[in-house]
């Protein structure tokens, strides 16, 4: 009888809890803004409450620059979908952080019958986002469709999607309103408007206004 109170008691607790379920990762909390397609903040609630606000970036994944209309697409998706809600999150175990110090992880949200939405694969499948397998993190985003990636998918390590990102002709440009740059032969430079182009001189000059290099051409 004893062991029967106790459980009903706890009972109310795990249904209030919005992430009480069958969690793949390390933490889970609230998502406060919403970056871009790829990049959200996320306030932790589980894991380590040291960690507090922090800003994650969506493993293997890779949304238009936000100067582009497919990158506003690809934001206004993604806030729809996540803003405000309860997230869980797998953390990569390898690096843990990206060189712009943000978390990489996969991001679940939990559906209406209690089971898990990798949100990292719905952002490919609605075709806001093409998949960038990187290989120094934990992930394979085979996994995501029990290893078989629909021929419909978007893939930078195929042919021909991410030729230009090994391109470096040696000019550098960027856009107003964004804060990436980029080689002039980078494949986002051609979704740049012409009245938002800014010409840099080095890397160290766009730097130096507060730039940060595009991930699909890196330049210096």
Known sequence: MR???????????LLLSPLVFAAPGEAYGIV?????????????QGYDSRIGNITVRLADVD????????????????YQVLNGS??????????????????????????????????NRMLVDSGHACIWDFKNNEFDPATWWNWTIPSTACRKDSPGINDSGSCSDGSLVGSTSSRKYHYSCCQWVK??????????????????????????????
């Not at 871009?36 to 306030?43: A, E, K, L, S």
């Not at 620059?65 to 690809?74: A, F, I, N, Q, R």
């Not at 990489?104 to 559906?111: R, S």
Request: net charge negative.
């Open 3 to 13: 062991n029967e109170i106790i459980l009903i008691s706890i009972l109310p607790a």
């Open 32 to 44: 406060t803004n919403v970056v871009d397609g790829d990049t959200i903040h996320v306030q932790i």
């Open 63 to 78: 949304s238009p620059e936000m100067s582009t209309p497919k990158g506003l697409d690809s934001r206004n998706y993604a």
């Open 86 to 119: 309860f997230v869980s999150l797998d953390l990569d175990d390898d690096t843990g952080k990206d060189r712009y110090c943000r978390w990489v992880a996969v991001v679940f949200l939990q559906k209406q019958d209690g089971t898990l939405a990798n949100f």
């Open 191 to 220: 979704e740049i408007s012409p009245g938002n182009v800014i010409k840099f001189n080095s890397s160290q000059d766009a730097r130096n206004q507060g730039y940060v290099p595009c991930k699909v051409c890196s330049p210096p």
